[in-house]
């Protein structure tokens, strides 16, 4: 009898178990999140039998090892007591003590490249050789870090999507291994990559095209035969599809069932945007105040491979029409166009006239673009005073634009720089014919400051050079003042003053600075900002007398562009002026 009474007890369920963990945070954590009794424990059953309890608690210790792996900890010391409860009802608590002791470091890393990589980098083949060194510099798992499971997993994944990222679609891992030395709390890696065929570009499948000429898609992939199929290759040429305004879904990607990797072919699923389109619109700008415009797009003109733009804007302060006819993108990238723009310009106390037409050329990459052209302009200047000027020009000009940004329309980090120069001949009434040359260059740069703060700061730099008998036209010459330049003061109001009348000057410098971050984390696309500008235009460096303005802003980072509004103080007057604009000027 007195058997079956023990055998009865042992089976009889239990009123639970609490269990007790002392171990640093993350571990004790992760411990209380996988470990089998505690997840039982939480469920507060009492049918549980006492045998299934104690297999649990047993368990216990080699399951927490198993998890401390996971982490990098090998030779932890796992102490566990059970207190028997005091009352009936009570749960039995299980304290677990862990002591993980160190994080095993990697002691030896060692990568080995086979197929195509190794042949490739043992030849001295520049592509090969950059992929395996970059695949070495760049693993994510060093010599001396500590080592994780879960990064050894993502270690593996990132070095795989770098090797088939650089036209090695088909690579895989042949073999890899974590040795551990848990006497010495080390780790040895190793991996041996099968890179496969280097995939080489060999030609287009195109399909979707109903208007458009086959020409122009083989133009914009800007590739030349054999050259490796990198995925930087096939996102530029699926970015200058969709930029090129030709097709409203864009689609490529590299055919890997080709017996011959050396003629690789990619797979490009078009479908083309509407041939004709009309967009009405409507905003505002301290600057300019507020405007209504109306544009039409016709991507395809008399059934020839042309595009042609119009768009005509009526504002308070600005009334513009800008027509432009270009061809479709060719060798290079390149495109002709004509250009013809009328403008009205009002500022403080003048307002300028000025028709332009425009003969040239441009192209258009992800980080760089070009544009050189001819121009005819006329420009007449109307001031307070009663004064008309009208003077016209013939020039050659050549605009560049370089960025290398995390995002073009939301950067947080890099720069843009633009630049340009120009040479012409211009001349007016009561005034002498002659040369002009013009200078003008901008950078932009983005950085994170940590703390979730951002740095913006920009300088703006551009003079004409002429003889003092020689007046350019005043789209040539330059003012200071507005929301992109020294905020605080008005639009263009910031120049060299001539009669008591603020005039356009041939030297213009301006610079800003500004810190950012978001209002809150419920928030992340509002943020507030402060800020510091300076500058103005003159008639020449000594003359430049920089006007500063300084204040707060809000800033909603909306998926076109940053939405900003400013409310700056100029430091000559004392007085405020608010500044509201939206996009990103280069």
Not at 395 to 418: I, K, N, Q
Request: no cysteine; aromatic share 8%.
């Amino acid at each position: 009898m007195l058997v079956t009474a023990i055998e009865a007890e042992a089976s009889a369920p239990t009123a639970g178990i609490r269990v007790d963990i002392v171990a640093p945070p993350l571990l004790k954590a992760l411990v209380e999140r996988h470990l089998d009794v505690v997840r039982l424990g939480r469920l507060a059953r009492t049918d549980v039998e006492e045998s299934e309890w104690s297999r649990l608690i047993d368990a216990a210790p080699a399951q927490v090892r198993e998890l401390l792996q996971t982490e990098g900890y090998f030779s932890p010391k796992i102490a566990l007591l059970r207190q028997p409860r005091l009352r009936a009802g009570e749960a039995d608590i299980v304290r677990l003590e862990i002591d993980p002791g160190p994080r095993a470091r990697i002691r030896r890393l060692t990568l080995i490249a086979e197929g195509e990589l190794e042949r490739g980098d043992n030849a001295g083949e520049a592509h090969a050789k950059a992929t395996w060194d970059k695949l070495n510099s760049g693993f994510a798992l060093k010599t001396g870090s500590e080592f994780r499971n879960p990064a050894w997993s993502e270690a593996k994944a990132a070095g795989l999507a770098l090797v088939r990222a650089a036209g090695y679609a088909s690579a895989s891992w042949a073999g890899t291994a974590a040795t551990v030395d848990a006497a010495n709390d080390t780790v040895d890696l190793f991996l041996v990559v099968d890179s496969g065929p280097l995939y080489r570009y060999g030609g287009l499948v195109i399909d979707g095209l109903v208007a458009h000429e086959e020409s122009t898609v083989r133009h914009l992939a800007a590739a030349s035969a054999g050259a490796p199929a990198t995925e930087a290759m096939l996102l530029d040429f699926q970015e200058r599809l969709q930029k090129s305004g030709l097709f409203e879904a864009v689609t490529v990607t590299l055919d890997t069932t080709v017996a011959e990797a050396s003629q690789a072919r990619l797979l490009v699923r078009l479908r083309e945007a509407p041939m004709q389109v009309w967009t009405f619109g409507a905003g505002f700008s301290a600057n300019t105040r507020a405007r209504a415009s109306v544009e039409h797009l016709w991507r395809r003109v008399l059934g020839l491979p042309l595009v042609a733009r119009n768009k005509a804007e009526w504002g308070e302060r600005q009334q513009t029409w800008n027509g432009e006819l270009s061809s479709h993108p060719g060798d290079g990238l390149w495109r002709n166009l004509l250009g013809l723009a009328i403008e009205r310009l009002e500022g403080d106390n003048d307002i300028v006239l000025s028709q332009r037409v425009r003969l040239g050329r441009a192209q258009e990459g992800g980080r760089i673009e070009r544009l050189y052209f001819v121009e005819a302009e006329r420009s007449r200047r109307a001031i307070d005073t009663g004064r008309v000027s009208s003077i016209s020009a013939l020039s050659v000009h050549y605009h560049g634009v370089w960025r290398d940004l995390d995002s073009v329309v939301l950067p947080t980090e890099g720069f843009s720089a633009a630049g340009q120069i120009g040479i012409g001949q211009a001349q007016g009434l009561g005034t002498q014919r002659g040369p002009f040359t013009r200078g003008y260059a901008r950078l932009t740069a983005y950085r994170p400051l940590g703390a979730a703060w951002y740095g913006q700061a920009r300088v703006e730099l551009g003079r004409v050079f002429a003889d003092p008998g020689v007046f350019p036209p005043d789209s040539q010459l330059f003012r200071a003042g507005g929301d992109d330049s020294v905020r605080g003061y008005g639009y263009r109001s910031l120049g060299p003053i001539r009669n008591g009348v603020v005039g356009s000057g041939r030297t213009i410098f301006t610079g800003s600075l500004e810190l950012a971050r978001p209002v809150s984390l419920r928030l992340p696309s509002v943020w507030g900002a402060v800020f510091v500008d300076a500058g103005n235009a003159a008639d020449n460096w000594p003359g430049l007398d920089p006007q500063i303005g300084y204040g707060v802003g809000v800033r909603w980072r909306s998926p076109v562009g940053p939405l900003k509004l400013d409310w700056a103080i100029a430091r000559a007057t004392g007085q405020g002026r608010l500044h509201f604009s939206i996009g990103i000027a280069f």
